[in-house]
């Protein structure tokens, strides 16, 4: 059973920077590792991917260009490293895995989830 454990998020300013963390343990090498959010009255949506052992990523259109996912594999830890924020940006940032190595993957269907840490955007 794979755990996974977010840490990172707070209020920041509009064009502040923010680093979002996810620990992971029960499982992190052929994994690959995703990013999805919620906004308050909204549905959860993609935010980026991680393939293993990290050299394929994916992003949604809203984010490219100013946010960036990695991973090092030592840590078992995955980031979302976030610049430019927006107050858009605001919501419940949630961790996610999936066995296998293509980003993609977690992208289709989760197999695990973090219980989220909250990104606020203040303008």
């Known amino acids: 059973q794979v755990q996974l454990v977010e840490s990172g998020g707070g209020l920041v300013q509009a064009g502040g920077p923010l680093r979002l963390s996810c620990a992971a343990s029960g499982g992190f090498s052929n994994y690959a590792m995703g990013w999805f959010r919620q906004a308050p009255g909204k549905e959860c949506e993609f935010v980026a991917a991680?393939?293993?052992?990290?050299?394929?990523?994916s992003y949604t259109d809203s984010v490219k260009g100013r946010f960036t996912i990695s991973r090092d594999n030592a840590k078992n830890t995955v980031y979302l490293q976030m610049e430019s924020l927006k107050p858009e940006d605001t919501a419940l940032y949630y961790c996610a895995a999936r066995k296998g190595p293509f980003a993609r993957a977690v992208v289709v269907g989760p197999n695990y989830w973090g219980q989220g840490t909250q990104v606020t955007v203040s303008s």
């Open positions: 991680i393939g293993w052992p990290g050299s394929s990523t």
